[in-house]
């Protein structure tokens, strides 16, 4: 059973689901339409390697807006930070950005019971098309959990404020730092000049 976007702004009150900040006008009659923060994420790397931490820059929308580009997987994340017990929270596109040619989270669209966090975006599109920062990209919706279940508590992404790159070299190498591979070549060629 899927809540309604009025149980969805009731439910604001209590301790089970949670929008911050909360926007009525963002209100949908089954979903919440989520925003785009202003900053996107790219990977460095020619080969992606599930099995180890991937270099990745930080590219901030200027507010006319950022050309994504075809061939490239952004990461991006949303400006709500969002709390869920006791319920299946789940995310998609908008149908009005499908239509532009804009895939976002086609792998990773349902979250587990006992999220708490900003959800990172993962974005492609088909041909040039430009986004802007605050712009409602995905609409979250909630599903009724039936049974018990241990909700979800991993220190994986949990409590995420930030865009969260892929962690699946955790699963695959058995590596446990979070030691990510940002490049910064701002601070980078500040210090070779020095």
């Given at each position: 059973m899927l809540?309604?976007?009025?149980?969805?702004?009731?439910?604001?009150?209590?301790?089970?689901?949670?929008?911050e900040p909360f926007n009525e006008e963002q209100l949908n009659p089954n979903s919440y339409?989520?925003?785009?923060?202003?900053?996107?994420?790219?990977y460095e790397e020619v080969v992606l390697?599930?099995?180890?931490?991937?270099?990745y820059r930080r590219i901030e929308i200027p507010p006319e807006g950022f050309t994504l580009q075809p061939g490239m997987l952004y990461l991006g994340r949303t400006v709500e930070f969002t709390k869920t017990?006791?319920?299946?929270?789940?995310?998609?596109?908008?149908?009005?950005?499908?239509?532009?040619?804009i895939v976002i989270n086609a792998g990773g669209a349902i979250g587990d019971a006992g999220y708490q966090g900003t959800w990172t975006l993962?974005?492609?599109?088909i041909q040039p098309v430009r986004i802007y920062a605050g712009m409602q990209v995905c609409q979250i919706y909630y599903m009724n959990l039936e049974g018990?279940?241990?909700?979800?508590?991993?220190?994986?992404?949990?409590?995420?404020?930030?865009?969260q790159p892929s962690l699946m070299f955790r699963e695959v190498s058995g590596i446990d730092s979070?030691?990510?591979?940002?490049?910064?070549f701002d601070e980078l060629l500040h210090g070779a000049r020095e």
């Open positions: 809540l309604s976007g009025e149980e969805i702004r009731r439910r604001q009150n209590d301790h089970e689901l949670r929008i339409n989520l925003s785009l923060h202003n900053e996107l994420l790219i390697d599930a099995g180890a931490p991937n270099r017990h006791g319920f299946v929270p789940m995310i998609q596109g908008r149908s009005s950005l499908g239509r532009l040619g993962e974005m492609y599109c018990e279940c241990e909700e979800y508590s991993s220190d994986k992404y949990q409590h995420s404020r930030d865009i979070d030691k990510q591979l940002e490049l910064n």
